[in-house]
């Protein structure tokens, strides 16, 4: 896998890689006068290191600050292979620490996750913090969205955004199994109330209003689906199965509304997914495709 470097503003940079899949996260760089500001680590050594080598084609400058948008595995496991302090909400922090490496290796066996490790963020923030590298950046945490841990990084005078995965861009299909629908539906937009022109999702490509549009549909008929079936008593993977995707089974990843409609489900019924749940949800979404042949 092979990411690109692509400045979207004088001394921005996205990292994307590949097209979104499973562990195929984006990063970023926002290089200063007197040093960098990395956006999220990636999920093994030698995709960090290949990521690393083409942020030192733009910049000398020190890598002083790391900000994670949460913590899942693909945005966290290689923050130790940068000298930097690392920053994220306090739920990210949290979330950072759960994210052993035997359990995802053990729901995805073939993906390579060697160098992985987990490194806890050092500086935490409730709501938003700023910090200043020749330009503003608001980091700013939306509330329960992809997960219970979310920020994104605003840059006003740039007009760019660094979303995490609140934001997984068109054909690249969302995922709030480890947060909440609803609340992913209000953080989009959110962003969408933002003055800006480039917004760099966590999974997918760089995208613009019309993606955080997609991504609010989509959650909004994720809701609407999983809503009409939970009247009818069905259960969340009953349910699951039972929606026709249409257009949005061309989607990659489509199998994500397995996840999507247990947390749906787990909302109507104002409860939350335990730890053991996440689990079980997270096989039944990779068992999904072979399940509705």
């Not at 995965?165 to 629908?181: H, Q, Y």
């Amino acid at each position: 896998m092979h990411g690109k470097l692509v400045e979207v503003a004088d001394g921005v940079y996205a990292y994307i890689q590949g097209r979104g899949e499973w562990f195929v996260n984006n990063a970023g760089l926002i290089v200063g006068e007197e040093f960098s500001v990395v956006v999220d680590s990636v999920c093994n050594e030698q995709r960090a290191k290949e990521m690393i080598s083409q942020f030192r084609e733009v910049t000398a400058k020190d890598f002083r600050i790391l900000i994670n948008t949460h913590g899942h595995p693909d945005h966290v496991w290689t923050n130790h292979l940068f000298d930097a302090v690392a920053v994220a909400h306090e739920m990210g922090r949290q979330e950072t620490l759960m994210a052993f490496v035997e359990i995802y290796q053990s729901l995805f066996p073939d993906l390579d996750f060697s160098g992985a490790k987990i490194t806890p963020q050092n500086i935490t923030f409730e709501s938003r913090m700023k910090l200043y590298n020749d330009a503003e950046m608001q980091i700013i945490h939306p509330g329960v969205a992809h997960t219970r841990g979310d920020c994104y990084i605003y840059i006003p005078q740039k007009k760019v955004v660094f979303c995490g995965d609140l934001l997984f861009a068109k054909p690249c299909t969302p995922l709030a199994v480890g947060g909440s629908v609803r609340g992913s539906v209000n953080a989009l937009r959110e962003l969408l109330n933002l003055d800006a022109k480039i917004y760099v999702p966590g999974h997918g490509g760089l995208a613009g209003e019309e993606h955080l549009v997609e991504a609010i549909e989509y959650f909004e008929f994720v809701w609407e689906e999983a809503k009409k079936r939970h009247e009818r008593g069905m259960g969340w993977y009953e349910a699951a199965m039972d929606i026709d995707l249409g257009e949005y089974a061309k989607w990659s990843e489509a199998e994500r509304i397995v996840g999507n409609v247990a947390r749906a489900y787990a909302e109507i019924e104002g409860r939350e997914l335990e730890f053991a749940e996440l689990v079980e949800v997270a096989r039944k979404m990779l068992e999904y495709g072979g399940g509705r042949k």
